[in-house]
C-alpha cells in the first residue's frame, strides 16, 4: 500500500501479514481524491474513515493536509497498526479508534465534513449505512458521506444520493445532506 498525494507522496506502508483488511485500490483511490481535491480545501476539513482497516484513506488525508482525522475499526490488529503507523510517520491528526462502526453514530457527537467508509463487501448491514450516518447527523452541510461497495448493491433510491462512480471493481456511491429538506439532486 502506498501514499499517492502529499507531502507522503510515494511512501510505502506494509501491514503486517496476518492483516485482513482490502485497502482501496491506488486507481480508485487517486480518482477519488482527484474528485475531492477540487470541492475541499483539505487543510480545513474533518474526516471520519469508518472501517479504516490499513488506514490508506486516512494516511491520504494526512498527507493532504487534513487537520483532524477519525479512524473507526473493531479489529484491534487494524486499529494498532494505524495508531502506530501514525506516530511513525509523525500525523497526530489521525486518531485510530477501537469501536464497532455500525454503532459508532449512536456515540457520535460531532460532525464531519467527510465521511468514508469501505466495510468488506460482504458485511452484512451494508445498506444501512447512508440512513445510519444521516439519521445521527453526523455529515456537516455541504458534506459528503461515501461509501465503498461492491457490485450488487444499489443505492439511487435513497434521497441523499448524489453519484455513482466506478473504478474497475471500486464502486462508490456519494450520498449529501439535504438542505432545508430539500435532496440535494433535485435543486
Given amino acids: 500500500m502506498r501514499i499517492i498525494g502529499g507531502s507522503l507522496r510515494g511512501k ?9 483488511a482490502r485497502p482501496t485500490t491506488d486507481f480508485a483511490k487517486e480518482a477519488l481524491f482527484n474528485m475531492l481535491e477540487n470541492t ?10 469508518l472501517f479504516a ?10 498527507s493532504r493536509g487534513c487537520p483532524h ?8 490488529l487494524h486499529q494498532r ?3 502506530e503507523t501514525a506516530a511513525k510517520l509523525r500525523l497526530p491528526q489521525i486518531h485510530a479508534l477501537r469501536l464497532n462502526a455500525f454503532e459508532f ?8 465534513d467527510i ?12 445498506d444501512t449505512l447512508p440512513q445510519r450516518i444521516f439519521e445521527h447527523n453526523l455529515v456537516k452541510e455541504g458534506g459528503v458521506f461515501i461509501l465503498e461497495h461492491s457490485r450488487q448493491h444499489d443505492f439511487t ?8 462512480k466506478v473504478y474497475g471493481s471500486v464502486n462508490f456511491s456519494f450520498f449529501e445532506r439535504e438542505i432545508n429538506n430539500f435532496p440535494l439532486r433535485n435543486l
Avoid: M
Avoid at 12 to 20: G, L, M, Q, S
Avoid at 105 to 112: A, F, G, S, W
Avoid at 116 to 126: E, S, V
Fill in 12 to 20: 510505502t506502508i506494509v501491514p503486517p501479514t496476518k492483516f485482513n
Fill in 40 to 49: 475541499y480545501d483539505f487543510t480545513e476539513i474533518r474526516v471520519l474513515d
Fill in 53 to 62: 482497516g490499513a488506514g490508506s484513506i486516512s494516511f491520504e488525508f494526512a
Fill in 69 to 76: 482525522i477519525d479512524c473507526i475499526d473493531i479489529n484491534p
Fill in 81 to 83: 497498526f494505524i495508531k
Fill in 105 to 112: 453514530p449512536d456515540i457520535c457527537t460531532v460532525q464531519y
Fill in 115 to 126: 465521511i468514508f467508509a469501505d466495510p468488506p463487501y460482504d458485511t452484512t448491514g451494508i
Fill in 157 to 164: 433510491k435513497d434521497l441523499r444520493y448524489t453519484k455513482h
